[in-house]
T-cell receptor, first 114, second 109 residues
Framework: KAGVTQTPRYLIKTRGQQVTLSCSPI?????VSWYQQTPGQGLQFLFE???????NKGNFPGRFSGRQFSNSRSEMNVSTLELGDSALYLC?????????????FGPGTRLTVT | DAKTTQPNSMESNEEEPVHLPCNHS???????IHWYRQLPSQGPEYVIH???SNVNNRMASLAIAEDRKSSTLILHRATLRDAAVYYC??????????FGTGTRLTIIP
């Protein structure tokens, strides 16, 4: 069974631009969660989508948004990029939800904002 | 947010058992305890999770205290591949998992 895939793997953007990251979950998984990982803040929860609906949201500004499609694939968008948005963005899928089911993480997208 | 307390770092000899402790005194009766680990330059990897009873799988065992305010992840025979940061986490009622800083486990050959 194929694992969680994320595209692109690496991205360089400049301040003020916007970016869209993509995540394809494991087949049959309906929950997709997004996390931001930085050396200073560690692994922080962004949001979780389940059946095309945002189920939970972390403490991030409105510049961070996401969506989920009917095939469970998910995208996250960051608008008006800031230098502090440089991070590893991880996507994780689970069968029915992160709270009670195991999550499987993708390799991440490394975003560098200059 | 859900708060867990773990040692910042631990060391263990190769081929010996490792006991990684975690305190989660604010856990509620319906919160699952999850353990993940992150190897260098990789995304986190699921290890084990449980609610009340002790749990075993091919990777590890999870021992949960009777009052559920603490738990211990047990690696029965550590290998060099087990060197990673181990995260103990639980959802906080609103089903939002929050990762702390974890325990950095070093395996000594």
């Amino acid at each position: 069974k194929a694992g969680v895939t994320q595209t692109p793997r690496y991205l360089i953007k400049t301040r003020g631009q916007q970016v869209t990251l993509s995540c394809s979950p494991i087949s049959g998984h309906r929950s997709v969660s997004w996390y931001q990982q930085t050396p200073g803040q560690g692994l922080q929860f962004l949001f979780e989508y389940f059946s095309e609906t945002q189920r939970n949201k972390g403490n991030f500004p409105g510049r961070f948004s996401g969506r989920q499609f009917s095939n469970s694939r998910s995208e996250m968008n960051v608008s008006t990029l800031e230098l502090g948005d440089s991070a590893l963005y991880l996507c994780a899928s689970s069968r029915l939800g992160q709270a009670t089911y195991e999550q499987y993480f993708g390799p991440g997208t490394r975003l560098t904002v200059t | 947010d859900a708060k867990t307390t773990q040692p910042n770092s631990m060391e263990s000899n190769e081929e010996e058992p490792v006991h990684l402790p975690c305190n989660h005194s604010t856990i509620s009766g319906t919160d699952y305890i999850h353990w993940y680990r992150q190897l260098p330059s990789q995304g986190p990897e699921y290890v084990i999770h449980g609610l009340t009873s002790n749990v075993n799988n091919r990777m590890a065992s999870l021992a949960i205290a009777e009052d559920r305010k603490s738990s211990t992840l047990i690696l029965h025979r550590a290998t060099l591949r087990d060197a990673a940061v181990y995260y103990c986490i639980f959802n906080f009622g609103n089903e939002k998992l929050t990762f702390g800083t974890g325990t950095r486990l070093t395996i000594i050959p």
